[in-house]
């Protein structure tokens, strides 16, 4: 039961990092032209229209301007910022579950 408690608690905190990115009251949306550049960098890796195409359209409603340009520069090789590494862990954790459910 302990395991299952933990889990929940883990689930929870990423749920709320999750909402401070995507909640904050003066972050901007990210552009269509951030979403084009996220899926040419998406299929640069990976080569999969329908899991880019997701994934962009994803990225749109998880994250900000600010955090889809972080978002971006890591897909191209740049490291998230060490103060971010949770809050990208938590989005590409919930990108995964909305684009690649048995992942």
């Known amino acids: ?6 889990a929940m608690k883990r689930v929870m905190g990423a749920l709320v990092a999750l909402g401070m990115l995507a909640g ?10 951030q979403k084009a550049d996220f ?3 998406c299929m640069g ?3 999969d229209d329908a899991l880019c195409s997701c994934k962009a ?3 749109m409603t998880l994250i900000d301007g600010d955090f889809m340009a972080m978002v971006i520069a890591s ?8 103060g971010e590494y949770s809050a990208y862990n938590t989005y590409v954790a919930k990108s995964n579950q909305i684009c690649k459910p048995n992942y």
């Open 1 to 6: 039961m302990r395991n299952g408690a933990d």
């Open 24 to 33: 904050g009251a003066q972050a901007a949306a990210p552009s269509e032209a």
């Open 39 to 41: 899926y040419k960098t």
């Open 45 to 47: 890796i990976a080569g």
């Open 57 to 59: 359209d994803a990225a």
């Open 75 to 82: 897909m191209k090789g740049k490291a998230p910022p060490a």
